[in-house]
Nanobody
Framework: QVQLGESGGGLVQAGDSLRLSCAAS????????MGWFRQAPGKEREFVAAITGSGGWTYYEDSVKGRFSISRDNAKNTVYLQMTSLKPEDTALYYCAAARSSGIVAGVFQYDYWGQGTQVTVSS
């Protein structure tokens, strides 16, 4: 069982940066692939970024490539999402998720555990 808790969201202006964190409890954290997803009002939850258990491989949704960076610190059981050059369309509730997988996981239904989310609002 893994419990996840996100933090770091907030209200920012377009062009600003934010770093989201997701702390995990439970054993064998490094055996889990981790991902970030987001959900805007009236829209489906969408994939943002993923990272393997070792942190050696990452994968991004096209609209965030070059602006967002996912990383993890397995000693701290924490995954991060560094977001730069934020746009109003990045406004959403951001979730982190954990999957029992050694590879990259990008599908919503492939993840086993979810956090409660942290709100990111980008004003124009």
């Amino acid at each position: 069982q893994v419990q996840l808790g996100e933090s770091g969201g907030g209200l920012v202006q377009a062009g600003d940066s934010l770093r989201l964190s997701c702390a995990a409890s439970g054993r064998a954290y490094s055996s889990y692939a981790m991902g970030w997803f987001r959900q805007a009002p009236g829209k489906e939850r969408e994939f943002v970024a993923a990272i393997t258990g070792s942190g050696g491989w990452t994968y991004y949704e096209d609209s965030v490539k070059g602006r967002f960076s996912i990383s993890r610190d397995n000693a701290k059981n924490t995954v991060y999402l560094q977001m730069t050059s934020l746009k109003p369309e990045d406004t959403a509730l951001y979730y982190c998720a954990a999957a029992r997988s050694s590879g990259i996981v990008a599908g919503v239904f492939q993840y086993d555990y979810w956090g409660q989310g942290t709100q990111v609002t980008v004003s124009s």
